[in-house]
């Protein structure tokens, strides 16, 4: 499932693998995916690996999209930077943000 959403990113966000919001969604939907690992280990060293990614992505483009979030289907970031949403949020199918 996470490699199906990552390819649907790609494609929704554009092929430029330099656009800002391509890179919070992979950051996002991998931080999803380590916090319902079963291993604990596996899941502690996933999660380091995630706040790492989240704190890059959120210093070189201002977009802060934590993994308790609730995402449906086909998220669009249109314009990316100063995107923030907190970790309460459910958001709907097929919704586009823009800064």
């Given at each position: 499932?996470?490699?199906?959403?990552?390819?649907?990113?790609y494609?929704?966000?554009?092929?430029?693998?330099r656009n800002?919001?391509?890179?919070?969604?992979?950051?996002?939907r991998?931080g999803?995916?380590?916090?319902?690992?079963r291993?604990?280990g596996?899941?502690?060293?996933?999660?380091k690996?995630?706040?790492?990614?989240a704190?890059?992505?959120?210093l070189?483009?201002?977009i802060?999209?934590?993994r308790?979030?609730?995402?449906?289907?086909?998220?669009?970031?249109?314009?990316?930077?100063?995107?923030?949403?907190?970790p309460?949020?459910k958001?709907g199918?097929?919704?586009?943000?823009?800064?």
């Amino acid at each position: 499932m996470l490699l199906k959403d990552l390819a649907d990113d790609y494609r929704r966000h554009g092929r430029p693998l330099r656009n800002p919001a391509l890179w919070a969604v992979a950051t996002y939907r991998f931080g999803v995916w380590s916090n319902h690992l079963r291993a604990p280990g596996l899941r502690w060293l996933t999660s380091k690996i995630y706040g790492g990614l989240a704190f890059g992505v959120e210093l070189s483009s201002g977009i802060w999209l934590h993994r308790e979030i609730e995402i449906g289907e086909a998220l669009h970031l249109v314009h990316s930077g100063n995107i923030k949403i907190h970790p309460g949020v459910k958001i709907g199918a097929r919704v586009g943000f823009m800064h």
